[in-house]
């Protein structure tokens, strides 16, 4: 069996073994020629890719959905296998169908209702710069340079609906084909687990692959499960707080705190700081008052959850590094919008789970990771020759 890859193979007979600063130069060369091909196709099968992305992460969920009712106490060890699936793909597909008819309702309104909200954004901005200028608060050299921030803030209030918008509807729009993807892949589990398994001769190499899988798949699971019900859990609570202090639209701002929480950092900021600037400019019953409680309350709810609960559950050996975050937000937000932007930390996730259970690969794992702090490998390793 071949060692990959065969660098010093081309070098051609005779010329010997190439020197190693060569064959790392070579690799690195590699890598980058397939970072930019898997990037190219994904851009030009984005329409594609996209809806079997996220029918991999329903899949996930309704797997492990199935698995904790099969496991109940009650009467789950009583249901067959093919209810207890049938049961939780119902569930999670309403849920799913329901949650996008509703943000796709609210965006409508939203977009129909923006221009008033953005004029009274407006009048507050212009004000509250008038207000620092007079009082001094706001030198006179900067005060042209803050009033083009405000332009140019205010400038992309309609582009981000209307991109929200878009991308919302592009995956309403593919919810047949996602759903599709869905049960072929739940039907489909086992046979793909078992032609990757006819794929090796050796039985000590195939039940270290198969075990490697089994790994992988559990730890991949247990991170979209548990960040999907933390992201749950954060978006009722926000909901509450805002139902309670009178926000507008607390319904979609609470679904857009659920998605947005996949995206860490920036995801975060950008869900509460919508809410916060509706409280402020909406006819009735806003104000400073209500914008600053309905910041320090989200704020609240966010780092109790962020900070204090979901560290517990997820476990510091999956946290990536805050700039491969960043990274990654740019990266498959050029290359999908704004759906890649939620789903480029899952993504990046997943990679870097795969990568920390494979010894060749365990260093980019730990360079994508926070503290370097990777999981440990659960399997026996693969051989390449065999016993």
């Not at 600037?277 to 409680?293: C, F």
């Not at 990266?331 to 919008?337: A, C, D």
Request: aromatic share 8%; glycine share 8%.
């Amino acid at each position: 069996m071949t060692t990959a890859p065969d660098i010093d193979a081309a070098a051609g007979p005779g010329s010997g073994p190439l020197p190693v600063s060569v064959r790392g130069a070579a690799r690195l060369f590699y890598g980058l020629g397939l970072a930019t091909m898997i990037g190219a196709i994904a851009y030009v099968g984005r329409s594609v890719f996209i809806p079997i992305i996220i029918a991999c992460f329903l899949s996930f969920i309704i797997y492990t959905l199935k698995e904790t009712i099969r496991r109940g106490p009650m009467i789950g060890r009583f249901l067959p296998n093919w209810l207890c699936y049938l049961f939780a793909f119902a569930l999670i597909i309403s849920i799913f169908v329901l949650l996008i008819d509703i943000v796709r309702n609210n965006i409508d309104s939203l977009v129909a209702a923006a221009p008033d909200y953005e004029r009274r954004l407006r009048d507050i901005s212009r004000d509250a710069i008038r207000f620092l200028r007079e009082t001094g608060m706001l030198p006179a050299e900067l005060a042209g340079g803050v009033d083009q921030l405000r332009t140019a803030a205010l400038s992309m209030i309609n582009p981000v609906l209307r991109e929200a918008g878009a991308a919302v509807r592009a995956i309403s729009g593919n919810a047949v084909t996602i759903f599709l993807y869905t049960v072929f892949l739940l039907l489909e589990r086992g046979r793909i687990f078992k032609k990757i398994n006819l794929l090796s001769v050796d039985r000590a190499q195939r039940s270290a692959v198969n075990e490697t899988m089994r790994d992988i798949a559990t730890l991949v699971r247990q991170y979209i499960t548990v960040k999907s019900v933390m992201n749950l859990i954060t978006a009722a609570i926000s909901y509450a707080i805002m139902r309670a202090v009178g926000v507008d639209f607390a319904g979609f701002w609470a679904l857009l705190i659920f998605l947005f929480n996949f995206i860490p950092i920036v995801g975060a900021i950008s869900a509460i700081s919508l809410p916060v600037i509706l409280s402020l400019v909406q006819p009735e019953g806003g104000g400073v008052k209500t914008a600053l409680l309905t910041l320090a309350l989200l704020v609240g709810a966010e780092q109790a959850m962020s900070s204090g609960v979901e560290p517990r559950l997820v476990g510091k050996s999956l946290n990536l590094s805050p700039l491969v975050i960043l990274i990654s937000l740019a990266v498959w937000g050029s290359l999908w919008g704004f759906a890649g932007m939620l789903l480029a930390v899952p993504i990046t996730v997943t990679i870097m789970i795969i990568l920390t259970q494979f010894q060749s690969t365990r260093p980019i794992a730990i360079l994508l990771s926070d503290s370097g702090d990777i999981a440990p490998i659960n399997h026996a390793p693969i051989s390449a020759t065999g016993p």
